[in-house]
């Protein structure tokens, strides 16, 4: 078990840009999740994934984002047509089970900044 | 809906004085609520969690939280800080029914003085 692995830790990119950031959870936890966390404000929940399912998606995750999970591994999460705004830090976490009680595992976290 | 409340953002200490860290939620239905602890370019880490069992929850690095339903709290405790429980603190709801969401607060600060 090597915890949750988040690439790139990084990303510098210029507004209108294409980002794709990639999230690779504990081996056998069925559930990842993303958040987005800006300086100063606790994570904000964007999407979550059971297996290969995405059950949940948070009204903050605009047209422009999108997450797949495609063979209920690794996930990727793709900001299309960059804004300054979207500059933050995106959490990845995983959990096993299917109840909400159980401890979710976070990455280190992608830091985007949008020039 | 949910919502978490964090009543400080900052707290300040003295080493070896007890720590409290205000929480109040709000939740249609019966929540698990955490407290995660993120320190300085590390990864945020589970601190305890409260799933309706026992109302007194103890975690990890001498930390306890009390869920308090008639007073939708849930605060964090600590006896004795140390130096190196400076970091920030989020407390978390989450609930299962139907959708799922977790909902972080806004974070509140710890700084101990030595």
Known sequence: ?115 | AQSVTQLDSHVSVSEGTPVLLRCNYSSSYSPSLFWYVQHPNKGLQLLLKYTSAATLVKGINGFEAEFKKSETSFHLTKPSAHMSDAAEYFCVVSEGTGGFKTIFGAGTRLFVKA
């Open chain 1, 1 to 115: 078990d090597t915890g949750v692995s988040q690439d790139p830790r990084h990303k510098i990119t210029k507004r209108g840009q294409n980002v794709t950031f990639r999230c690779d959870p504990i081996s056998e936890h069925n559930r990842l999740y993303w958040y987005r966390q800006t300086l100063g404000q606790g994570p904000e929940f964007l999407t979550y994934f059971q297996n290969e399912a995405q059950l949940e998606k948070s009204r903050l995750l605009s047209d422009r984002f999108s997450a797949e999970r495609p063979k209920g591994s690794f996930s990727t999460l793709e900001i299309q047509r960059t804004e300054q705004g979207d500059s933050a830090m995106y959490l990845c976490a995983s959990s096993s089970g299917t109840g909400p009680y159980n401890e979710q595992f976070f990455g280190p976290g992608t830091r985007l900044t949008v020039l």
